[in-house]
């Protein structure tokens, strides 16, 4: 349901928040008070085109924020939120907002995020069904009209069957289009994937290589300067006038001199031992280590050419040799799948062949199903317009296979069926298309008929009509008040009325009425309680004692009023 409603900066509206309630909410007023801003404050809100003349004289910009309860249609929502890559919703809770400018920017946010007014526009035919003189009139799309059977008929389940092997069928065709979609790119393809396996396996990489060719090229590449360093320290060790050992060897004897005079100083010749004996170890250990560096310009060479190599298949394929390796592994296995493409192809048309077969199934199934279930809701719905003040019309579901769509290789996720209302307001007339002839009133009439028989089935939670009552009058206002009563008893309703016996019907009523602040027209809105509505009811009767009566006594009997 729509919770909250607030209004900047719209027509004469300067800073409106309204707060409407479940079930049946009317809105009256005199002409040119400024209803219509309500509609278009929700008509923007739900994504419809923005006009910058309706920017309020002297403001920048206009901006409308709706709060939601989306739970009752949260799923169809989420699933929009989510290609949009927006958050799903919290609770049921949505927020949008929608800003216009004069200088052109506009911008939408739900719960917060930036969006596209495309995405807005599809949340809003979740939410909202705008109904009257104005552009959001799904009635008249053949699509919705479907939508209507298929729901009365509880045949969606089926529908989403026959949707989901109309996808499968569509995933198959695209797969097999990319398998034999371009025989020169495959096949260049192929000769690509099998150049790289050959350059990888060639090199004969191993894991680990890299690192230890960086090191054993750093000793090659700097071996005359290893073998510098090792002599100096052999030389400095035992070759040198006055080598270190010989040193080492002196200090032995002055220790052993004094251990002698002063045995305490015993631990010292120890520790000169120690030190002798680790001094040998390092000669011997540089010795055997300045016997594994040599200069050698072949060995170097190659170990330059190798490591090129290594770093030029790194740029191609991958920074390390087990990443390589792996794109080698994954060259073969797109080496397999071209090699069997053919053999893929046949199990995939195999395939495609049986999912035509299911869509033709069910599509059978289903276009039997809406055979039958056409003229019930055309006798239902025939019945709902004798009491909205038709009461010789005639209306029809109309079955015809759908214009391009009516095979399984080419049906579309709604079925093999176009679906048209027809509608004849008046005895005598042939039905015709209801977008052909059906003026807004009578438009708005059938539709509150179809949305009384569809009373349980329909998601769209918000439904909201204008001139419903439009050319109506005695019986049928009350008529026209009663089904509007009902249809609330599973959606909001927002009705803007001009006639008494619909707005006594409202579980909230408010007026619209206009007023002149700091030398400027506002119009401004609020909700009606028992005394006020009996005021204003009596007002749209014409006024007087006779009409304040008359109003008293629509109340008393739309409270006693229970909606079957």
Do not use: W
Request: aromatic share 2%; with cysteine.
């Amino acid at each position: 349901m729509l919770a909250t409603l607030r209004i900047r900066n719209l027509a004469l509206v300067p800073d409106l928040t309204l707060e409407l309630h479940p079930g049946l909410n009317v809105v009256t007023g005199e002409t040119g008070a400024g209803k219509s801003v309500i509609l278009g404050a929700i008509q923007l809100a739900i994504g419809q085109r923005a006009d910058r003349t309706a920017i309020r004289s002297g403001a920048d910009l206009c901006a409308v924020e709706a709060v939601f309860n989306a739970s009752r249609c949260q799923a169809a929502v989420d699933a929009i939120l989510a290609s949009a890559g927006i958050e799903p919703c919290e609770a049921g809770a949505l927020v949008i907002r929608r800003s216009i400018s004069l200088s052109g920017v506009n911008r939408q946010f739900i719960n917060g995020s930036p969006t596209t007014l495309a995405t807005l526009a599809c949340i809003g035919q979740c939410l909202v069904d705008l109904h009257g003189p104005h552009d959001h009139q799904s009635l008249l799309q053949p699509a919705r009209q479907l939508d209507i059977l298929d729901a009365f008929g509880g045949l969606l389940p089926l529908r989403e069957s026959f949707a989901d092997a109309v996808r499968q069928r569509d995933n198959l065709r695209r797969r097999l289009h990319e398998l034999l979609g371009d025989t020169a790119a495959a096949e260049r393809q192929r000769d690509l994937l099998q150049y790289q396996v050959r350059e990888i396996e060639a090199a004969g990489l191993h894991e680990g290589e890299e690192e230890s060719l960086s090191a054993e090229f750093s000793k090659a590449n700097n071996s005359a300067r290893l073998i510098e360093l090792t002599q100096s320290i052999l030389h400095a060790l035992a070759e040198d006038d006055d080598p270190v050992t010989q040193r080492l060897e002196a200090i032995g004897r002055s220790l052993q001199e004094i251990a002698r005079l002063d045995p305490s100083a015993a631990h010292a010749v120890e520790t000169h031992a120690q030190a002798c004996t680790l001094l040998r170890d390092l000669e011997h250990a540089v010795g055997r280590y300045a016997h594994t560096v040599e200069v050698d310009p072949e060995h170097l060479a190659a170990l330059t050419e190798r490591l090129h190599l290594v770093q030029s298949l790194r740029r191609k394929y991958g920074n390390t040799a087990e990443a390589i390796l792996a794109f080698a592994a994954k060259a073969k296995e797109e080496l397999l799948q071209l090699d069997s493409r053919e053999e893929s192809a046949s199990t995939l048309q195999s395939d495609l062949a049986t999912v035509e077969s299911k869509i033709a199934e069910i599509g059978a199934q289903l276009r039997a199903q809406r055979h039958a279930v056409a003229p019930r809701l055309a006798t239902a719905t025939i019945k709902e317009l004798a009491a909205l003040g038709f009461r010789q019309s005639g209306f029809q579901a109309s079955l015809e296979p759908a214009p391009g769509h009516d095979s399984p290789s080419n049906a579309a996720i709604t079925g093999l069926d176009h679906c048209d209302f027809l509608f004849a307001p008046n005895p005598g007339e042939p039905p015709r298309p209801l977008r052909a002839i059906a003026s807004s009133g009578e438009l708005a009439r059938v539709m509150l008929a179809l949305k009384t028989v569809l009373a349980q089935e329909d998601s769209v939670p918000v439904l909201v009509f204008d001139e419903v009552d439009s050319n109506v009058g005695g019986e049928t206002a009350h008529s026209v008040g009663r089904n509007l009563r009902r249809i609330a008893k599973n959606h909001q309703v927002l009705c803007i009325s001009h006639l008494a016996p619909v707005a006594a019907m409202a579980q909230a009523h408010y007026l619209v009425a206009k007023d002149v602040r700091d030398g400027r027209t506002e119009s401004r809105i609020h909700i009606l309680d028992e005394v006020a509505r009996a005021r204003e009811l009596g007002r749209m009767l014409g006024g007087g004692s006779a009409a304040t009566l008359h109003a008293q006594e629509l109340l008393r009997a739309a409270s006693q009023h229970t909606a079957p």
